[in-house]
């Protein structure tokens, strides 16, 4: 069965501070790994997704097989990403499996 | 930018009624899904819907969901006999196509069973 976990439900760090989101999965097959994110009173939105190797805002995300984790990174956290951030598995029948989400305060 | 609406916004329903909740999906996108988030728990999926058929749905969607595409532009999921753990976030999404993996979410609507 596909599953996503994140261990933290919030993370507080301060400005400037690097910050990593952790999130592992269960799947059997090839994942898709993505990252959403849902700033106060917004939508989800992607944030990034594995495939693409890209760096949104100053995030990563690289998609360890061996220990199948999609952590999320930032060197140096700003107030504004303060949100929640939720790990998602896309399965077969593409659809997402959504982790349960970690609320990230940025601390000025 | 086009995005995905939904309406409305907050929907308050007494237990056993029906709800039809509404979603817009970005007009060119031929794939439309719900999900529903309780309050305090994480996103889950309900429905896909790809060519006037549901393609998939979860164990949550039982006998009582079903879900529309009336017209050319509305996406709507109607909740029959609704529950008090009905109570949740619902989300509507839709994307372009399969191989562009990424799917655009509404706003969301706040169904409260009461």
């Known amino acids: 069965a596909q599953r996503v976990t994140q261990p933290e439900k919030l993370l507080s760090v301060f400005k400037g501070a690097p910050v990593e989101l952790k999130c592992n999965y269960s799947y059997s097959g090839s994942p898709e790994l993505f990252w959403y994110v849902q700033y106060s009173r917004q939508r989800l939105q992607l944030l990034l997704r594995?495939?693409s190797r890209e760096s949104i805002k100053g995030f990563t995300a690289d998609l360890n097989k061996g220990e199948t984790s999609f952590h999320l990174k930032k060197p140096f956290a700003q107030e504004e990403d303060s949100a929640m951030y939720y790990c998602a598995l896309r399965n077969y029948g593409q659809n997402f499996v959504f982790g349960p989400g970690t609320r990230l305060s940025v601390l000025p | 930018e086009p995005e995905v609406t939904q309406t409305p916004s907050h929907q308050v329903t007494q237990m056993g009624q029906e709800v039809i909740l509404r979603c817009v999906p970005i007009?060119?996108?031929?794939?439309f899904y719900w999900y529903r988030q309780i309050l305090g728990q994480k996103v889950e999926f309900l429905v896909s819907?790809?060519?006037?058929?549901?393609?998939?749905k979860s164990e949550i969607f039982d006998d009582r969901f079903s879900v529309e595409r009336p017209d050319g532009s509305n996406f709507t999921l109607k909740i029959r006999s609704t529950k008090l753990e009905d109570s949740a976030m619902y989300f509507c999404?839709?994307?372009?196509?399969?191989?562009?993996?990424?799917?655009?979410f509404g706003p969301g609507t706040r169904l409260t069973v009461t």
């Open positions: 999404a839709s994307s372009e196509d399969r191989p562009h993996y990424e799917q655009y």
């Open positions: 594995h495939i």
């Open positions: 819907f790809y060519n006037n058929e549901i393609s998939e």
């Open positions: 007009s060119n996108h031929l794939y």
